[in-house]
């Protein structure tokens, strides 16, 4: 499997099949994307540099803009502090509005929207790395977990779209399977990855963003994710988003447009396959035979603290995209055009059940622990039985124990019900959680 037998991009062909194939065909772009962080400094940061106070300030993500397109898997590369899960983070308003932090730049769906937290609950959905499942709930109850919590809907729809979900991400035969846990192992890394995304899915968002979603996984896992990723930009007009860290040449395959960052800039953006061409353009060609993710995660490797090589290279990658493709990336953004969501009814988009119904799913899935994890249902009423006939003990007719002339009855046994009150608070919480 090959690159040079891939197709190039289209992204206005893509973007019209995605209008059909979609609801609401988002593209997401940014412009000039700043973001600082304001740090302790160590003792070799003071050493090296004496002028240095108690911190200093963190250049994470440099001025950097590009854009990501529906139908189109997007995926951003670099080497470890390159500034690819801030930037992710950042684009999904995922980043902590802290006073020690310093954010700017524009973050827009379809060139109007400002992205923040209701828009992005409206349109977008958000894969962590690490998966959040409820470990006694089988694939279909998980899905349909979400679903109850999310859509308004009637039930029969509900489990129509879980179906359909289930037979789009391939896990009909194990839709039955308990998740597990890290003490429990039952579905794989890739099957739980799976899992995690079809939680989203279950929305229908237009654009997914994801933080390394095959991390962990082995070669043929991590590609079957990005194989799936791939479809749904395809098939589905998704506008895929994904940070991911040195995937092999079969999983290279199946990216469609690429972002390779260096100490927080933007080096390379574009469609994956004219990489290759693109840094033999520049005088950095990828050898022959040789997976061009291994090449470009070398080639971008920064030391820190950063010596005058690595300066010279970040200069050098940095002339180059912006003489040869940055004035490129902005004409093809402005080329692709999206209707407003407002004029596509989006408006109208609230992902949230009744609280009625919210409260009746954490009971069933509280009552779904207890029948499945009988033990640590045993375990917690025998704790909460020793801890009732404790406090029986120390608070039965306490007033009898207690001698104050200053204090009247009433005052007493308000005191004794407040503390005993806080005791079982305090109690029950370290019980249950």
Not at 95 to 119: H, M, Q, R, W
Not at 299 to 324: G, M, R, W
Request: aromatic letters at 8%.
């Amino acid at each position: 499997m090959s690159l040079a037998t891939r197709p190039d991009i289209d992204p206005i062909a893509l973007m019209e099949a995605a209008k059909e194939q979609c609801k609401i065909p988002i593209k997401l772009s940014w412009e000039n994307v700043t973001f600082d962080a304001q740090i302790k400094t160590t003792k070799a940061d003071r050493a090296a540099n004496p002028h240095l106070g108690a911190t200093k300030v963190l250049n994470v993500v440099k001025g950097v803009s590009g854009f990501a397109a529906p139908g189109q898997a997007t995926y951003i590369m670099g080497s470890s502090g390159a500034g690819k899960t801030s930037l992710l983070n950042i684009l999904a308003d995922r980043v902590t509005s802290a006073t020690k932090t310093y954010l700017s730049g524009n973050i827009l769906f379809n060139d109007e929207v400002p992205v923040n937290k209701e828009t992005f609950q409206k349109y977008a959905a958000y894969v962590m790395q690490d998966d959040v499942l409820f470990a006694t709930f089988t694939v279909k109850e998980a899905l349909t977990f979400a679903a109850r919590l999310k859509l308004k809907s009637s039930i029969d729809v509900q489990d129509t779209l879980v179906d359909q979900i289930i037979e789009d991400l391939g896990m009909r035969h194990i839709a039955n399977s308990q998740i597990g846990d890290v003490h429990r192992k039952i579905l794989s890394g890739g099957e739980r990855k799976r899992c995690s995304i079809g939680v989203e899915l279950v929305s229908d968002p237009s654009v997914i963003l994801l933080d390394e979603p095959t991390s962990g996984l082995d070669s043929f896992k991590a590609q079957s994710i990005c194989m799936l990723l791939h479809r749904l930009a395809r098939n589905k007009g998704k506008t895929i988003v994904s940070t991911i860290h040195q995937p092999s040449s079969a999983s290279f395959h199946y990216f469609d447009r690429l972002i390779l960052m260096a100490d927080g800039h933007i080096v390379y953006q574009g469609d994956a396959k004219q990489s290759i061409d693109y840094f033999k353009q520049i005088d950095r060609p990828v050898p022959a035979k040789t997976n061009p993710a291994d090449f470009f995660m070398k080639l971008l490797s920064i030391n820190y603290p950063k010596q005058q090589a690595d300066e010279e290279k970040i200069a050098y990658l940095n002339q180059y995209y912006h003489a040869l493709l940055e004035k490129k990336v902005k004409a093809e953004n402005r080329m692709i055009r999206l209707d407003s969501p407002k004029e596509l009814g989006a408006d109208a988009i609230n992902h949230k059940a009744p609280t009625n119904v919210q409260l009746q799913q954490l009971m069933h899935r509280s009552w779904t622990l207890v029948k499945r994890e009988p033990r640590l249902f045993r375990a917690k009423f025998l704790q909460t039985g020793i801890v009732a006939i404790l406090m029986m003990a120390c608070f039965f007719q306490v007033n009898g124990f207690y001698q104050d002339e200053s204090l009247t009855t009433g005052e007493v046994s308000a005191q004794n019900m407040a503390g005993a009150i806080y005791f079982m608070t305090v109690v029950q919480m370290f019980l249950n959680f």
